[in-house]
């Protein structure tokens, strides 16, 4: 079965320093990983997705994340976080490009 | 821009009534989903649909049915609400013109069962 690990509920960086949210996924097959982001009282947006090539790949709003095949993680980074950066991610993992298997979220706070 | 539509942003509703969450997508999506989301839980999937007139239970279906009577419209029936139901629900297409897609989200409905 499917599965997405996100080990932290909370994660907390001061504004200019590095962030990174961990996820950890289970898939049988090849991974097809998504990041998402939700700003208080909206839907989901997209972020970032890994279907095959590089290993890095970049997104929206300057954040990138690393996809890890002998971890099975991919975490989502970004250089220099901002306030406005201030969110629940979601790191979700799509067995077969259609359906997919959410995370449980962490919330990101980027403190001024 | 793909645009996911809820027909509420907030709702309160009784238990025992039946509620009914509608979700309109303007980018002709074959694929539609309902997620429920909660804290410390993520989404969770409730019901999906490949085409009109079709649908699959998704992980939690129990206390909720669907209908797709056309392709741009997904709508999501709570034929007898609980206190349990209460929770933000979201609706997401996608649509099989590429694959790998992500799917685009409504800006979901977030439900108060009293």
């Known amino acids: 079965a499917q599965s997405v690990a996100q080990p932290e509920d909370q994660v907390n960086v001061a504004e200019g320093n590095p962030l990174t949210v961990k996820c950890t996924y289970s898939?049988?097959?090849?991974?097809?990983l998504f990041w998402y982001v939700q700003y208080p009282n909206r839907g989901l947006q997209f972020l970032l997705k890994?279907?095959?090539?590089?290993?890095l790949v970049k997104g929206s709003y300057g954040f990138e994340a690393e996809f890890n095949k002998s971890q099975t993680s991919f975490h989502l980074k970004k250089p220099s976080a901002l306030v406005s950066d201030s969110a629940l991610y979601f790191c979700?993992?799509?067995?077969?490009?259609?359906?997919?298997?959410f995370g449980p979220g962490t919330r990101l706070s980027v403190l001024p | 821009d793909v645009k996911v539509t809820q027909s509420s942003r907030y709702l309160v509703k009784r238990t025992g009534e039946k509620v009914f969450l509608e979700c309109v997508q303007d980018?002709?999506?074959?694929?539609m989903f309902w997620y429920r989301q909660d804290p410390g839980l993520g989404l969770r999937l409730i019901y999906f649909?490949?085409?009109?007139?079709?649908?699959e239970k998704g992980d939690i279906p129990e206390g909720y049915s669907v209908s797709r009577e056309k392709k741009e419209r997904f709508s999501l029936i709570l034929e007898s609400a609980s206190t349990n139901q209460t929770s933000m629900y979201l609706c997401?297409?996608?649509?099989?013109?590429?694959?790998?897609?992500?799917?685009?989200f409504g800006p979901g409905t977030r439900l108060t069962v009293l």
């Open positions: 979700a993992v799509s067995p077969y490009g259609q359906n997919f298997v």
């Open positions: 898939v049988s097959g090849n991974p097809y």
């Open positions: 890994y279907i095959t090539g590089d290993n």
């Open positions: 980018m002709d999506h074959e694929n």
């Open positions: 649909s490949y085409d009109v007139k079709m649908k």
């Open positions: 997401a297409s996608v649509g099989l013109q590429s694959s790998y897609n992500e799917q685009f």
